[in-house]
């Protein structure tokens, strides 16, 4: 499964089905590919989110906290634009 595709299962039937592509963009230019991405939002413990993955999040319709962590912290605890250690 491609993570447009997951966003898309997982976004549907929520308001926020039309920020998909945000999400998968944000993602994506994070983690250097799209593949790496969809592994991190259905593995990667957030951790000042209670170490739920950004999927158990969004499953839980806290899609709003989530958008809000990934553009003011980003997907590693790093400001956007900043430099991973990945």
């Known amino acids: 499964m491609e993570l447009h595709e997951k966003l898309t299962q997982d ?4 308001p926020f089905a039309a920020c998909i592509g945000e ?3 944000i993602l994506t230019e994070w983690t250097g590919s799209e ?5 991190w939002y259905v593995t990667h413990p957030i951790a000042s989110l209670g170490s ?5 999040i969004v499953r839980e319709r806290d ?3 989530l958008m809000e962590h ?3 912290v980003g997907f590693a605890g790093e400001r ?7």
């Not at 593949?35 to 592994?39: G, L, S, T």
């Not at 739920?52 to 158990?56: H, P």
């Not at 956007?80 to 990945?86: A, E, F, L, T, W």
Request: charged share 20%.
């Open 63 to 65: 899609f709003p906290v």
């Open 70 to 72: 990934l553009k003011q």
């Open 11 to 14: 976004l549907s039937a929520t």
């Open 35 to 39: 593949r790496n991405a969809y592994q």
């Open 80 to 86: 956007r634009g900043g430099s991973s250690s990945r």
């Open 23 to 25: 999400v998968a963009q």
């Open 52 to 56: 739920k993955t950004a999927e158990q």
